[in-house]
């Protein structure tokens, strides 16, 4: 911990190095400047110039140790920023006025260290990132983001994003390093994706997602080496289609899910786990996935209210949600609560699989049991809604029942406890449909 001592009239900090830095700091201890010489302002300046001192001595550290030259540019940008300047690489700075390269001469103390000096006299190359491995080192960056990922959640996390770069690349003719794309190049896979929907009827909608992917990936990696004023080559590049029409997936009406889906033979030719997980979609409003992807210890069906505990998960059975607002109990109703029943330890033949969705909307519509080509069995969602609508549930009731972000919805913080179970199943049973006898 350092103090403050008295030289020549003027405070000073006082701060014996911490052992971790013997390597990067040979002084026992480091004395700077606290430029007043009234002891109570030194006190108060005290906390943030031990700060700065640490941080220099952490940036330091890292340029000594580290073996990735993404964490030694880094460093020097961090190294550079305890000294007020911003990071320049040399031939930036030769290209300058001579006037910032004398004022950034006159900063080197005679004790600081060669990282120091390259890092305010940019010594230090940026990393030579190129477009393919950009997934690869933004998913290393974004680790602690995606610590909730399952293995297919992950998959589904990189196929996007290495589809954005490839089609990029198909753009530009080829490979290229990271810190050279500039905003020409963005607007050239906004050229390449307006030929892509002229000539093969490709959506904008698709090539947005390219966008927002790449932007999203530039942006992490940006962020990543500290840079003060990142590129943004993205910025302002989208595809407007005025002749689009925004789609809206349809409901499933509800005389038909109990005239079709209810009757008796309807789902005979269908696997017990997957008819069920549909009939705890129809009386939840869950998405598919947070249903089947559902943790054994996540169908609580011992307690007062039989529920499901929709949550991030961890550990062997770790999965990631949609989002915080989607972090909610459930409670079991209906033919919710008799499929749960029948599948206490959840549905392994789907966990963490995509194949669930095909397969259901594949056997609705080989057996007539598809109102329409349009409709999907993820429809459930959006009829549930309607009925607590109908039922005059009120929106913000609504949402939260449904895993909406009603914080959102108001554009306001959102102020009180959340709703109980006790109310949440209330408001379940005033939209229950009636349980047919063989699904009990």
């Known amino acids: 911990m350092a103090g403050i001592t008295k030289r020549n009239g003027t405070w ?17 201890e480091i004395h700077r400047s606290l430029r007043t010489d009234s002891e109570r302002e030194a006190r108060a300046r005290l906390p943030a110039a031990e700060a700065a001192v640490l941080a220099e001595l952490d940036a ?7 073996q990735q030259p993404g964490d030694v540019f880094s460093a020097a940008v961090a190294l550079a920023a305890t000294r007020g300047v911003t990071y320049r690489q040399a031939d930036d700075l030769a290209s300058g006025p001579l006037e910032e390269i004398l004022a950034r001469l006159d ?3 005679p004790s ?24 690869e080192e933004v998913e290393r960056i974004c680790a602690h983001d995606n610590r909730y990922k399952s293995e297919t959640q992950m998959r589904l996390w990189r196929n996007p994003r290495t589809r954005a770069v490839t089609n990029l690349m198909a753009a530009l003719g080829g490979d290229r390093p990271v810190l050279a794309l500039e905003a020409g190049d963005a607007r050239r896979h906004k050229a390449w994706w307006q030929k892509r929907i002229e000539r093969e ?19 992490h990696y940006y962020d990543s080496l500290d840079m003060a004023e990142p590129p943004r080559p993205y910025l302002g590049v989208t595809i407007r289609d005025r002749h689009a029409v925004k789609s809206r997936k349809p409901e499933i009406p509800v005389d038909w899910i109990t005239e079709k889906w209810f009757a008796p033979a309807a789902f005979d030719d269908l696997n017990d786990e997957a008819r069920d997980i549909l009939l705890i979609s129809i009386e939840t409003g869950c998405r598919q996935a947070e249903i089947h992807d559902l943790p054994s210890d996540a169908i609580v069906l011992d307690a007062v209210i039989p529920h499901l505990r929709i949550a991030f998960e961890d550990g062997e059975e770790k999965r990631e949600i949609k989002n915080t607002s ?3 109990l459930v409670p079991l109703v ?33 057996h007539d049991l598809m109102p ?4 999907t069995a993820g429809g459930t969602r959006h009829t549930w809604e309607s009925r607590l609508k109908v039922a005059g549930i009120a929106s913000d009731d609504r949402g939260e029942m449904m895993g909406h972000s009603v914080a959102s919805a108001r554009n306001r913080e959102l102020y009180g406890d959340e709703m109980p179970l006790e109310r949440k199943l209330e408001l379940a049973r005033a939209v229950a449909l009636q349980v047919p006898w063989h699904l009990a």
């Open 107 to 109: 900063m080197l103390k």
């Open 326 to 328: 989607s972090v909610r």
């Open 372 to 375: 329409s080509p349009k409709h």
């Open 12 to 28: 000073h900090l006082r701060m014996r190095v911490p052992r971790r830095y013997d390597g990067v700091e040979v002084r026992a």
């Open 60 to 66: 330091r550290l890292a340029m000594g140790q580290s």
């Open 201 to 219: 009827g490709q959506k904008a909608e698709t090539a947005k997602k390219d966008f927002s992917n790449m932007s999203s990936m530039l942006a």
């Open 112 to 135: 600081d260290t060669p990282q120091m000096a390259r890092a305010l006299l940019g010594g230090v190359e940026a990393p030579q990132l190129m477009l393919s491995g950009l997934v």
């Open 334 to 366: 209906g033919v919710a609560l008799a499929a749960a029943r029948r599948h206490p330890n959840g549905f392994p033949r789907y966990r963490y699989k995509r194949s669930y969705s095909a397969l259901i909307n594949g056997y609705l519509r080989g």
